[in-house]
């Protein structure tokens, strides 16, 4: 780990602050608190706390049991829950650009009286924040605002009704707590101290909460009465720094430690140093930092009351997300180190743009005028798709530029008064349909202005005065105005009858008046349409870098069409797409595999799993080399494996040679140590979900390779050999029980892998249904009952095997297929049993053993009843 650029932050504050700073800017919501109550003094941080009744809209208000009250302060006491509706938001008004901590408390309390556990989704904006699982949480994030509003919101994900109890923004200075990418999320804020009081406003200005951490470590307390000097950037309280420790024994080390999940996490830790004793001349306090045994900083001394912080600019990570923070006495110290505060963050991106800042002022001033009570209308309009407004439509195909609302629809809404000013701020629509309203008034000549305007319905309303000239004359626009008696037309394509006259008349105005109009619109939308596609298939778009990616594996399209000579070679058609031959730096070869993404949802995950892919290495997995991510363009470059895979080697398709029983061994070894390495070494552990023949790549000098894993999950695997994309694999492949129960595991795997074995011990297609058991496990289990082994191995192999080697191997091929899977080995225990397999065929010496032998083999693995193979 990289992780040398450790500095010093000795900031000089240019206005020094005095202690006693206020709440300037604090926005502190009490959620539940009735209105009338609105507005107390919080004791004993002082602080002033407002009801939400104004900030949201649906929600009911609740308070916790009273059993509970005692161990909160009274913020937490009421809470706001959400029985209806899945998305509930609340939407709060902000400094743009300003550092600000957030905090949001969850404290259930059995305020419903249900004893339940909670189980929801807390979401900052657009993007997943957290998800509430556990009674008493706090979510805290430290986040730079790009608007003057931020919403959060609740969203149920299941049964279990969501629910809130405050919500604390507090602004913090520009400069503190900074990152590279994305936001802030608080894993801890430690004080050393035996106290067990925790400190928050008005000790710290910035209303952090210190909590005190000393527990059973080997630690001894040193504190101090004198003031420091904490008069940072930071700002941290007096007690938090009048307070440190030293380890007991003199050459200890000082150990913090703590976890990261998921174990790739990126983190931010700030480390708070003061000397609160007084040295005599002779002796030096002196130390190192380290994390993870990897010197980060040092050596260094702390200033004499005087508070300095230590931090990274750039995000740490640790092995297996097991972090350990040391604090190193060097050899010409006299003293050991000694800490007095740590702070730690992990980086959280939300990648999710909010939907284009006009278009939400716009839409909140149409729902505000027109008093739109609808449940969906809350959050953003646009994002998460999921959470699309009701009658709205929007263009989120950009990842890197701000949805926008391309469509509006509020016919039979019931809409009184006039054509609201405020539809001109959507300036992106397209389509705007109000008909079936109860509008009055005049046509407003705005609507005009909106150029990309291309329909407008406003029939079946009650409006009056004449159609605006600037309307009836715009190019391409599809006005309808049926159903106003008393509008008048001005221009002669408008059919204009008395006010007073037929009053059921319609007056369809045909804007798109002559036929060669109505030609020019369908030159145009062919146009559309042809430019359109043009530009998925071939333009090359500059979409703007989500920053979660690692830079340097990433391709551009175009790069993309260099390496493939402009997708000259086609490899193959893989799960997800085609497969190129192509090269990088000239030289390497690559596969490069492009997917195409239809739901925005898988393209997400796609880049979180590319991204946890490109981490993945290990010699018996195709490793990832790059990714291209372009708009449309989607792309996974693959190491090159020259021999194809292991189904056309068995079928024949290569037709060079025979494998012989020797390198098919080799082969499942390798094949299967993949496996393991993904169950085993990985942490999430990885379940590939589509182990098979087709899956198992074979390089220049026939090493196995297993492909495609990991990608499984957010991408449904196509092809007329899957089955439905909520249970993934191949059919015949697939685990019966996960088909059955749904229920995942890497025994599902296991099983796959038993099938695997069987092809390569029979050369049998998986499913024969000329066969007298069509599907390979029923029929092997069949000829082993028969006890005839001859049958079941691959003719071609001409029996020059050994024995005992495929006997084991078929044993364990049917153990692997255990109708139960927790009976089923590990791969570990397949990789150990294969490697007996080999060297069962390895010690025979190149001649063929009598079949008897196999009674000199041990069974080391108990039998599957479905097949109920009776091999001896
Ligand atoms: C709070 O701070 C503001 C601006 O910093 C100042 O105008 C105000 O007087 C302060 N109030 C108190 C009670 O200190
Ligand atoms: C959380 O759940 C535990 C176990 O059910 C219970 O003992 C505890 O009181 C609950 N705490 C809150 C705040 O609801
Ligand atoms: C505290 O330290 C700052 C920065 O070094 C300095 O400007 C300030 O005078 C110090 N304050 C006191 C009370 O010593
Ligand atoms: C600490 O280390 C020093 C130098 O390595 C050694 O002289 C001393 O005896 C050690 N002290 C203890 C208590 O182990
Ligand atoms: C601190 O870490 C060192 C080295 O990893 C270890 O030897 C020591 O026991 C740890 N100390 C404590 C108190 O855990
Ligand atoms: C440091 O000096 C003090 C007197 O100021 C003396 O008692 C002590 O032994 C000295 N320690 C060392 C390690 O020299
Ligand atoms: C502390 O860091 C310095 C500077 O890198 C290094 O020379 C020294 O060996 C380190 N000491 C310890 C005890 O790790
Ligand atoms: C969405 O906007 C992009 C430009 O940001 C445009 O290329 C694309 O065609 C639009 N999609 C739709 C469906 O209008
Ligand atoms: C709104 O409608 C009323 C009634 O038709 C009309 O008098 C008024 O001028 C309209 N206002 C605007 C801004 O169009
Ligand atoms: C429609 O508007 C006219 C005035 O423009 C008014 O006289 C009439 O009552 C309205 N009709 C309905 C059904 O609201």
Not at 26 to 33: A, K, R
Not at 77 to 105: H, Q
Not at 308 to 322: N, R, S
Request: proline share 5%; with cysteine.
């Amino acid at each position: 780990m990289e992780r040398h650029c450790l500095y010093i932050a000795t900031f000089l504050l240019i206005f020094h602050i005095v202690q006693a700073q206020n709440q300037t800017g604090f926005i502190s919501v009490d959620c539940g608190l009735p209105s009338r109550e609105s507005l107390y003094n919080s004791r004993p941080s002082g602080l002033t706390y407002t009801s939400d009744a104004d900030l949201i809209k649906s929600g009911k208000t609740g308070r916790i049991a009273k059993e509970f009250e005692p161990d909160v302060d009274k913020p937490i006491m009421t809470l706001r829950y959400f029985p209806d509706g899945v998305r509930n938001c609340y939407n709060l008004k902000v400094t743009r650009d300003t550092n600000y901590m957030i905090r949001a408390s969850f404290f259930y309390g059995n305020y419903d009286g249900l004893s339940a556990n909670p189980n929801f989704d807390f979401y900052f904006g657009p993007n997943l924040w957290a998800t509430v699982s556990s009674n008493d949480t706090v979510e805290e994030i430290i986040h730079v605002t790009k608007t003057t509003s931020l919403q959060v919101c609740l969203v149920k994900t299941g049964l279990s009704i969501p629910y809130i109890n405050s919500l604390e923004l507090r602004p913090l200075r520009k400069n503190m707590y900074v990152t590279q990418s994305g936001s802030l999320k608080y894993l801890f804020r430690a004080y050393l101290s035996s106290s067990g009081r925790s400190i928050r406003y008005p000790d710290d200005v910035y209303d952090r909460k210190w909590y005190p951490v000393f527990a059973r470590n080997p630690w001894k307390q040193v504190t101090t009465t004198l003031n420091v000097n904490t008069s940072t950037l930071y700002d941290l309280p007096q007690g938090v720094m009048a307070t440190a420790v030293t380890p007991l024994t003199e050459n200890a080390t000082l150990n913090i430690t703590w976890t990261l999940d998921p174990p790739t996490t990126q983190f931010y830790s700030y480390v708070h140093l003061a000397e609160l004793q007084t040295l005599r001349a002779n002796d030096t306090r002196e130390f190192n930092m380290t994390l993870n045994g990897k010197y980060s900083y040092g050596p260094y001394s702390p200033k004499a009351l005087k508070t300095e912080t230590i931090f990274d600019v750039t995000p740490g990570q640790c092995d297996d997300g097991a972090c350990i923070l040391q604090l190193v006495k060097t050899p010409r110290s006299t003293l050991p180190p000694l800490l007095n505060a740590v702070e730690a963050f992990t980086v959280i991106n939300f990648p999710q743009l909010e939907t284009n800042e006009d278009d939400v002022f716009g839409i909140k001033n149409i729902q505000d005028i027109y008093k739109l009570n609808r449940i969906s209308w809350q959050g953003d309009p646009c994002v998460p798709k999921t959470f699309l407004w009701d009658g709205l439509n929007c263009n989120d195909s950009d990842i890197s530029t701000p949805p926008i609302i391309t469509s509006l629809d509020l016919s039979s809404s019931g809409l009184i008064g006039n054509i609201t000013q405020a539809i001109q701020n959507l300036a992106h629509l397209e389509k705007l349909d109000l008909s079936n309203n109860n509008l009055v008034g005049e046509i407003p000549e705005f609507l005009a202005d909106i150029n990309s305007l291309l329909v407008i319905d406003l029939s079946r309303n009650n409006l009056s005065g004449s159609v605006p000239p600037s309307l009836l004359q715009k190019k391409g626009l599809k006005l309808n105005v049926e159903g106003n008696p008393h509008l008048l037309c001005t221009t002669g394509s408008c059919a204009n009858k008395e006010e007073g006259g037929n009053k059921k008349q319609s007056t369809v105005v045909p804007i798109v008046a002559s036929i060669i109009s109505i030609l020019v619109l369908i030159v145009a939308l062919v146009l559309f349409f042809i430019l359109k596609k043009k530009k998925s298939s071939s333009y090359i778009r500059a979409s703007a870098e989500p920053a979660i990616m690692i830079k340097n594996k990433r391709f551009t399209y175009s790069e993309v069409m260099i390496m493939t000579n402009n997708f000259q070679r086609i490899l193959g058609k893989g799960g997800f797409g085609m497969v190129y031959h192509g090269f990088v730096n000239g030289t390497e070869q690559v596969a490069v595999k492009m997917i195409s993404h239809s739901s925005s949802q898988g393209y997400k995950q796609f880049k979180a799993e590319v991204e946890l892919l490109l981490r993945v290495h290990h010699k018996d997995l195709v490793s990832l080399v790059g990714y291209c991510d372009e708009g449309e363009n989607l792309a996974l470059i693959y190491e090159y494996m020259a021999n194809g895979d292991l189904k056309e080697h068995m079928s024949g398709a290569h037709n060079r040679f025979i494998l012989n029983w020797g390198t098919r061994l080799k082969i499942v070894i390798e094949s299967a140590q993949g496996l393991e390495y993904l169950h085993d070494g990985c942490k999430p552990p990885m379940v590939h979900r589509d182990v098979k023949t087709t899956n198992i790549l074979l390089n220049e000098q026939f090493q196995a390779k297993l492909a495609d894993f990991g990608l499984s999950r957010s991408f449904p695997i196509e092809g007329e050999s899957h089955v439905s994309t909520v249970v993934a694999g191949t059919i015949g492949y697939l685990d019966p029980e996960y088909y059955r129960t749904n229920r995942l595991t890497e025994k599902s795997d296991v099983y796959s892998f038993g099938i695997v074995l069987l092809e390569v011990i029979t050369n049998q297609h998986v499913i024969d249904q000329s066969r007298e058991k069509p599907h390979i496990a029923e029929w092997v289990g069949l000829m082993l009952t028969k006890g005839d082994i001859n049958n079941i191995m691959d003719p071609s192999l001409n029996q020059d095997y050994d024995s005992a080697s495929v006997w084991k191997a078929v044993e364990l091929a049917m153990a692997c297929m255990n109708s139960s899977s927790v009976r089923r080995p590990s791969m570990s225990q397949v990789v150990a049993e294969l490697k007996e397999c080999l060297a069962y065929e390895n010690s025979r010496g190149g001649a063929s053993r009598d079949i008897d032998s196999k009674s000199s083999i041990e069974v080391s693995l108990t039998f599957g009843t479905e097949v109920n193979p009776t091999a001896r």
